[in-house]
Protein backbone atom coordinates (compact mmCIF):
# COMPACT_ATOMS: atom_id res chain seq x y z
CA UNK A 1 0.00 0.00 0.00
CA UNK A 2 1.18 3.44 -1.14
CA UNK A 3 -0.34 6.63 0.47
CA UNK A 4 0.01 9.71 -1.17
CA UNK A 5 -0.51 13.62 -0.03
CA UNK A 6 -0.16 16.25 -2.14
CA UNK A 7 0.09 19.88 -0.88
CA UNK A 8 1.03 23.51 -2.75
CA UNK A 9 -2.43 24.53 -4.49
CA UNK A 10 -4.02 27.55 -4.03
CA UNK A 11 -4.79 30.97 -6.41
CA UNK A 12 -2.81 32.56 -8.31
CA UNK A 13 -2.66 35.21 -11.14
CA UNK A 14 -2.24 34.03 -14.75
CA UNK A 15 1.27 34.00 -15.54
CA UNK A 16 2.11 32.86 -11.78
CA UNK A 17 3.98 30.04 -10.25
CA UNK A 18 3.18 27.09 -8.19
CA UNK A 19 4.92 24.46 -6.95
CA UNK A 20 2.81 21.10 -6.15
CA UNK A 21 4.22 18.29 -3.50
CA UNK A 22 3.20 14.84 -3.12
CA UNK A 23 4.86 12.93 -0.19
CA UNK A 24 4.94 9.57 -0.34
CA UNK A 25 4.58 6.72 2.93
CA UNK A 26 4.36 2.83 2.82
CA UNK A 27 6.23 0.76 -0.01
CA UNK A 28 9.50 1.84 -1.42
CA UNK A 29 9.02 5.39 -3.72
CA UNK A 30 11.49 4.12 -5.99
CA UNK A 31 9.73 1.30 -7.05
CA UNK A 32 6.71 3.44 -8.86
CA UNK A 33 6.37 5.80 -11.44
CA UNK A 34 4.79 8.67 -10.71
CA UNK A 35 2.56 10.93 -12.38
CA UNK A 36 -0.03 14.02 -12.02
CA UNK A 37 -3.32 14.23 -13.53
CA UNK A 38 -5.87 17.07 -12.82
CA UNK A 39 -9.73 17.39 -13.14
CA UNK A 40 -11.58 20.54 -13.96
CA UNK A 41 -15.29 20.32 -12.97
CA UNK A 42 -17.39 18.77 -15.79
CA UNK A 43 -14.47 17.07 -17.42
CA UNK A 44 -12.70 13.83 -17.32
CA UNK A 45 -9.41 13.19 -15.07
CA UNK A 46 -6.44 14.51 -17.90
CA UNK A 47 -2.95 13.23 -17.59
CA UNK A 48 -0.26 16.22 -17.30
CA UNK A 49 3.05 14.28 -16.51
CA UNK A 50 4.69 11.14 -15.45
CA UNK A 51 8.41 10.23 -14.42
CA UNK A 52 9.95 6.84 -14.33
CA UNK A 53 10.93 5.31 -10.75
CA UNK A 54 14.61 6.24 -11.22
CA UNK A 55 13.95 9.76 -12.54
CA UNK A 56 15.81 9.60 -15.83
CA UNK A 57 12.23 9.80 -18.22
CA UNK A 58 9.47 12.51 -18.22
CA UNK A 59 6.60 12.55 -19.69
CA UNK A 60 4.06 15.54 -20.54
CA UNK A 61 0.92 16.64 -22.05
CA UNK A 62 1.59 18.90 -25.16
CA UNK A 63 -0.63 21.70 -23.13
CA UNK A 64 2.04 22.20 -20.31
CA UNK A 65 5.36 20.84 -21.81
CA UNK A 66 7.87 23.88 -21.56
CA UNK A 67 5.86 25.50 -18.80
CA UNK A 68 5.27 22.55 -16.62
CA UNK A 69 8.72 20.20 -15.14
CA UNK A 70 7.94 17.17 -13.22
CA UNK A 71 10.62 15.94 -10.70
CA UNK A 72 11.46 13.60 -7.62
CA UNK A 73 13.36 13.22 -5.08
CA UNK A 74 13.48 9.14 -3.89
CA UNK A 75 15.38 10.23 -0.88
CA UNK A 76 12.53 12.17 0.79
CA UNK A 77 9.76 10.16 -0.84
CA UNK A 78 8.35 13.18 -2.51
CA UNK A 79 7.39 13.97 -5.93
CA UNK A 80 6.98 18.15 -7.43
CA UNK A 81 5.19 19.52 -10.45
CA UNK A 82 6.66 22.96 -10.92
CA UNK A 83 4.18 24.88 -12.79
CA UNK A 84 5.54 28.10 -14.67
CA UNK A 85 3.51 30.76 -16.84
CA UNK A 86 -0.04 29.69 -15.49
CA UNK A 87 -3.05 30.37 -17.26
CA UNK A 88 -7.01 30.26 -16.51
CA UNK A 89 -7.16 26.78 -18.41
CA UNK A 90 -4.73 25.27 -15.94
CA UNK A 91 -7.48 25.50 -13.06
CA UNK A 92 -8.57 22.35 -11.83
CA UNK A 93 -7.90 19.83 -8.81
CA UNK A 94 -4.56 18.09 -9.32
CA UNK A 95 -4.05 14.84 -8.00
CA UNK A 96 -0.81 12.72 -7.60
CA UNK A 97 -0.94 9.19 -8.52
CA UNK A 98 2.13 6.15 -8.04
CA UNK A 99 2.02 3.78 -10.76
CA UNK A 100 4.16 0.03 -11.26
CA UNK A 101 3.77 0.94 -14.60
CA UNK A 102 6.46 3.49 -16.54
CA UNK A 103 5.00 6.52 -18.54
CA UNK A 104 1.54 5.45 -18.72
CA UNK A 105 -0.73 8.35 -19.40
CA UNK A 106 -4.01 6.12 -18.74
CA UNK A 107 -5.54 7.09 -15.26
CA UNK A 108 -6.66 3.46 -15.02
CA UNK A 109 -3.30 2.26 -14.85
CA UNK A 110 -2.22 3.98 -11.64
CA UNK A 111 -2.86 2.06 -8.55
CA UNK A 112 -2.99 4.73 -6.00
CA UNK A 113 -4.30 7.75 -5.72
CA UNK A 114 -3.92 11.02 -3.43
CA UNK A 115 -6.89 12.87 -2.04
CA UNK A 116 -6.26 16.25 -4.63
CA UNK A 117 -5.18 19.77 -4.14
CA UNK A 118 -6.80 22.97 -5.97
CA UNK A 119 -5.15 24.99 -8.38
CA UNK A 120 -7.36 28.10 -9.43
CA UNK A 121 -5.35 30.58 -11.86
CA UNK A 122 -7.17 33.83 -12.54
CA UNK A 123 -6.84 35.88 -15.63
Known amino acids: QVQLVESGGGLVQAGGSLRLSCAAS????????MGWFRQAPGQEREFVAA????????YYVDSVRGRFTISRDNAKNTVYLQMNSLRPEDTAVYYC????????????????WGQGTQVTVSS
Open 97 to 112: AASRREGTRYATLYDY
Open 26 to 33: GRPFSNYA
Open 51 to 58: ISGNTIRT
